[in-house]
């Protein structure tokens, strides 16, 4: 069974910075494709980026150049690095794990396990 807790949100200021965490609990960390994912209230969930075992990325154009996915293999846990926030960035952000069976690793591929949730307040 695979557990997955999301720790690091808060409180910042627009253009500040924060770093999430997510610790996967389970077997074979390595195989699996892991997302961030992010759900403002009133507005559809969001992929933000996913991240293979071997470091390739798929991030949604609105964070490219600011947010900066990476992933422990040895400690199975996954990082976001979020710089230059934004108001709109304001959401409760999810990790996310998916058996890829060799696929593709992106956010649009069905995510089996999910975390409770951290959240992310921008204010301006």
């Avoid at 490219?64 to 976001?80: C, E, H, I, P, Q």
Wanted: proline share 1%; aromatic share 12%.
């Amino acid at each position: 069974q695979v557990r997955l807790v999301e720790s690091g949100g808060g409180s910042v200021q627009a253009g500040g910075s924060l770093r999430l965490s997510c610790v996967f609990s389970g077997y074979a960390y390595s195989r699996y494709c892991m997302g961030w994912f992010r759900q403002a209230p009133g507005k559809e969930r969001e992929g933000v980026v996913a991240v293979d075992s071997a470091g390739s990325t798929s991030y949604a154009d609105s964070v490219k150049g600011r947010f900066t996915v990476s992933r422990d293999n040895a400690k199975k846990t996954l990082y976001l690095e979020m710089n230059g926030l934004k108001v709109e960035d304001t959401a409760m952000y999810y990790c996310a794990a998916a058996d890829l069976l060799g696929g593709s690793c992106y956010t649009n591929i069905h995510f089996r396990y999910w975390g409770q949730g951290t959240q992310v307040t921008v204010s301006s």
